[in-house]
């Protein structure tokens, strides 16, 4: 059983994956789930039963890895919630990410159908 402080830490946990969903950065809990090997439905009988012992440290680290979240914000409830210089790299980083993603689909639709793009 998780302790009162351990609930707390889960719920913002969770909080965190709402605010990612929010921005378009994540789909959902199933996408982070199946991206960490994480078995979905321990992650969603974590979030209706925050009290239940599932939750792991390494999910935390994820968020702050991967998505530049703030590990005070994390742990402590104090802050920012994404760490500023981070967020600046991963919002460049995934900026990067959709203008190739970008060009290869124009490159594609060029080859397809070259008068379509003109």
Same mark, same amino acid.
């Given at each position: 059983?998780?302790?009162?402080?351990?609930?707390?830490?889960?719920? =913002?946990?969770?909080?965190?994956?709402?605010?990612?969903?929010?921005?378009?950065?994540?789909?959902?809990?199933?996408?982070? $789930?199946? %991206?960490?090997?994480?078995?979905? %439905?321990?992650?969603?009988?974590? =979030?209706? +039963?925050?009290?239940?012992?599932?939750?792991?440290?390494?999910?935390?680290?994820?968020?702050?890895?991967?998505?530049?979240?703030?590990?005070?914000?994390?742990?402590?409830?104090?802050?920012?919630?994404?760490?500023?210089?981070?967020? =600046?790299?991963?919002?460049?980083?995934?900026?990067? +990410?959709?203008?190739?993603?970008?060009?290869?689909?124009?490159?594609? $639709?060029?080859?397809?159908?070259?008068?379509?793009?003109?």
């Amino acid at each position: 059983m998780n302790t009162p402080d351990s609930i707390i830490i889960v719920n =913002r946990f969770f909080e965190a994956l709402e605010i990612l969903r929010s921005e378009h950065i994540i789909r959902g809990l199933k996408t982070f $789930a199946h %991206r960490y090997g994480i078995n979905d %439905r321990n992650i969603w009988l974590q =979030r209706r +039963e925050p009290a239940r012992n599932i939750f792991q440290p390494a999910w935390l680290e994820y968020l702050v890895r991967d998505y530049a979240l703030s590990a005070e914000w994390l742990l402590l409830g104090e802050g920012p919630v994404f760490d500023p210089e981070r967020k =600046r790299a991963f919002d460049e980083a995934r900026a990067a +990410e959709k203008k190739a993603k970008h060009r290869k689909k124009t490159a594609t $639709a060029l080859l397809e159908e070259p008068e379509a793009v003109l």
